[in-house]
């Protein structure tokens, strides 16, 4: 393991990603076995394919793996296998409307799990957009992903673009 900072990056020749005989994911780092681990993105948002943090079952880090493609195949594919399982985010597909009122707007959307009414804090700081991709972020804190604005219908683009 090398250590900067802030974050303790996993050697990918040494480590190796596993499935249990119950079915859960096992890393082995060096002749450490860790149990029921899940993995996440550090950097979901500007860098979703780098940077994915490997966790014990009690959620402390084990450490970070920089580059998913320098591990073996089977390692890499239960890496990003946990990772989608911990970042599913509703994709949203179009906008049917958008209510303002005082500090709070109303979002009425078509994602790819159904129709979904979801509150918005009001203003820009609850959308967060990176060329054609944008993120909003409801009251509760979930994440919605719009992953191509040029993809939506120009009336879900229109009521995007007020956020841009």
């Not at 050697?11 to 249990?20: A, C």
């Not at 970070?64 to 493609?69: C, F, I, L, Q, R």
């Not at 989608?84 to 979002?107: L, Y």
């Not at 992953?147 to 229109?158: E, H, K, M, V, Y």
Request: glycine share 8%; net charge positive; hydrophobic share 35%.
């Amino acid at each position: 393991m090398h250590s900067n900072t802030r974050f303790a990056f996993l050697n990918p020749h040494g480590l190796r990603l596993r499935r249990s005989s119950s079915g859960a994911v096992e890393a082995l780092v060096g002749e450490t076995v860790h149990s029921e681990v899940t993995a996440r993105r550090l950097f979901p948002f500007s860098n979703p394919h780098r940077f994915l943090r490997i966790l014990a079952r009690d959620g402390k880090e084990i450490g970070v793996v920089n580059d998913p493609e320098a591990l073996d195949q089977n390692s890499r594919h239960l890496l990003l296998e946990q990772v989608e399982k911990s970042h599913k985010v509703p994709a949203i597909h179009k906008i049917n409307g958008i209510k303002h009122s005082e500090g709070m707007d109303e979002w009425d959307v078509q994602t790819d799990q159904g129709r979904k009414t979801i509150l918005v804090k009001g203003g820009r700081d609850s959308v967060r957009v990176v060329g054609q991709r944008a993120i909003v972020t409801d009251v509760d804190n979930t994440r919605y992903e719009i992953p191509d604005r040029n993809a939506l219908d120009g009336r879900s683009r229109s009521l995007i673009d007020q956020f841009v």
